[in-house]
């Protein structure tokens, strides 16, 4: 039974607000847990703007250690070129609203993550002058003994 | 990585049941998390009341900003079309969406934490002059910081 393991104090979590960084074009954004914590994302808001390449992309979310992935969560929607989209990701997504105007929406994976684990996003027919932009993190995390 | 970060107690939170302001016709509702504390917005109760026909298929939905920044939505798939006059409830919780029984239309609420300045708010799609939304009720879980 390899792998990582973490302890908790009780009951002593926290909520942070992450905004990660905008990565540049044809680049996945990512979050790195950090030393000490069990995480759980809780949601992910993000914009996606596709370039002019005519290609049907969908987005999907990562939970890896750069080797195995362990959950992975799919947009309930593609998109096409030249358009800007607004990505959430909850845990209570509705699939059967789950695109509608400029919105797409995603399950997110409910799990807790340790030191090592990346949440990562991963676009299939990734395009070069794509981005992501405004990527906001809601991310409920304990402390480790 | 920037952002705010509020640690959770060393007690489960409370219960409240929140009455929202009636916003007036012609406006969604918002609530937005009191300074130091930390809300989970378990479910969500409020009528509406659409004033016009003629609009096409019309959609509530609900939000959740932080900083400006969207970070959660939900929408109910029932569209309203053409009900001038009719009355609909909507119940959003840890559910599934059945259509409309007997006037009432469940749907699935995103239950994400949220710290102090976020807001949840309601946009009903094309919002007009005459639409109303009232008897607004959220259950919260409320989390005071350490």
């Known amino acids: 039974m390899a792998g990582n393991r973490i302890g908790v104090v009780a009951e002593v979590g926290q909520v942070d607000m992450v905004t990660i960084p905008n990565p540049p074009a044809n680049t996945n954004w990512t979050y790195t847990i950090v030393p000490n914590i069990i995480a759980r994302p809780i949601a992910i808001g993000f914009e996606f703007n596709t370039d002019v390449n005519a290609a049907t992309r969908r987005v999907r979310i990562f939970v890896d250690d750069g080797a195995q992935i362990y959950a992975v969560g799919v947009s309930g929607a593609t998109q096409t070129a030249g358009l800007t989209m607004q990505y959430t990701a909850t845990h209570n997504t509705d699939y059967s609203a789950s695109s509608f105007n400029s919105y797409i929406l995603i399950q997110l994976p409910d799990v807790f993550m340790v030191q090592g684990c990346v949440l990562r996003s991963n676009v299939a027919a990734f395009q070069a002058g794509d981005t992501f932009t405004n990527i906001r993190l809601v991310l409920q995390s304990y402390k480790g003994v | ?146």
């Open chain 2, 1 to 146: 990585m920037a952002g705010n970060r509020i640690h959770l107690p060393e007690n489960n939170g409370q219960i409240e049941i929140l009455t929202i302001p009636d916003p007036g016709v012609g406006n969604n509702f918002s609530y937005t998390v009191p300074d130091n504390c930390m809300v989970l917005v378990n479910s969500l109760s409020c009528r509406i009341q659409p004033g016009f026909a003629g609009l096409g298929n019309r959609y509530f939905s609900v939000l959740m900003v932080s900083a400006g920044v969207l970070i959660a939505l939900n929408r109910c798939p029932y569209g309203i079309a053409d009900l001038s006059g009719t009355v609909l409830l909507y119940a959003a919780g840890n559910t599934e969406y059945f259509g409309v029984v007997n006037s009432i239309v469940t749907f699935k609420l995103q239950q994400v934490l949220m710290n102090s300045g976020c807001v949840f708010r309601s946009d009903f799609q094309s919002i007009n002059v005459s639409d109303a939304i009232d008897q607004i009720r959220i259950v919260i879980t409320i989390y005071k910081e350490n």
